[in-house]
């Protein structure tokens, strides 16, 4: 009996640990664009964040302040700004109020006119507040939105991949390869990276980079050669990077 209730306990301490974590990403290209300047205390969101039992970081949120330290968002270069909030596995369903603060209220979007109503992924309050709403998930997600807009500034969906909360703007050129090809990409944030050539076999053929590298943009130069200098054959090769733990892949054809 007492084994029993240890385990029972043990699940119970299990599901109460249970959470969901999701991604705020703004882009503020164009809102700076048009003229804005970004405050000293950077990008901030506002929101019921407490009422939902949301952290970040293991710290507690509050409820529309964007001034409180658990409001901070991170920049990510690239005028791109991101948070990640958890939420208990209690709070899946619920709806998120919320919205993008430059350094704190007064420099906010959701004003009277924002398309963040008519575009339908947000709500008016009835006093020309426009607040975003996100039913809590209840899997991971991530977003990436153009400040004041329901879509990302190029007007694609903002809902991210699992790919592109890690790596973007993948390329590997020329491809087919006769003499070289470069593989070049952007990382959303620091850490480790390796970029490696493998056979169609998973069999490694070149190992291109490998260590820590800074958030920003990156490339590589393949010269069609093997770890140990010698030639390599034509045909199909995979070009594999994984960063920060999330693998991205490209076919290369050598013709030489």
């Known amino acids: 009996m007492k084994k029993t209730l240890t385990l029972a306990a043990a699940l ?6 249970a959470q969901v974590s999701v991604t705020f990403k703004v882009d503020i290209t164009d809102y700076l664009a048009s003229g804005a300047t970004l405050g000293a205390n950077g990008m901030r969101v506002g929101g019921n964040f407490q009422t939902q039992g949301a952290t970040t970081g293991g710290t507690a949120m509050a409820d ?14 690239n005028n791109i700004w991101s948070i990640t909030v958890n939420y208990p596995a209690s709070a899946a369903g619920v709806t998120q109020l919320y919205k ?3 350094n704190d209220w007064g420099t906010n979007e959701g004003t009277s006119g924002s398309t963040i109503a008519t575009d339908n992924c947000g709500v008016d309050d ?5 607040n975003r709403t996100l039913v809590v998930p209840t899997a991971n997600a991530a977003f990436l939105y ?3 807009a329901c879509f990302q500034c190029d007007g694609t969906s903002p809902n991210l991949s699992t790919r592109e909360l890690s790596l973007n703007n993948l390329t590997v050129s020329p491809n087919p390869a006769a003499d070289y090809t470069k593989v070049a990409f952007s990382t959303r944030k620091a850490g480790d990276v390796s970029v490696r050539v493998l056979n169609l076999l998973g069999q490694e053929v070149k190992t291109l980079a490998a260590g820590s590298l800074e958030a920003g943009n990156h490339s590589f130069v393949w010269n069609l050669d093997a770890n140990n200098g010698g030639a390599i054959e034509m045909g199909t090769y995979l070009v594999e990077i994984v960063a920060n733990g999330v ?6 054809f050598v013709t030489k």
Do not use: H, L, R
Request: charge should be negative; charged fraction near 15%; glycine fraction near 6%.
């Open 100 to 102: 993008f603060v430059n």
């Open 126 to 130: 009835g006093s020309g507040n426009i």
């Open 247 to 252: 693998k991205s892949a490209e076919k290369v």
């Open 64 to 77: 529309w302040s964007p001034s409180n330290a658990a409001s901070a968002m991170t920049d990510e270069t």
């Open 146 to 148: 153009c400040y004041d």
């Open 12 to 17: 119970v301490a299990s599901a109460a640990f």
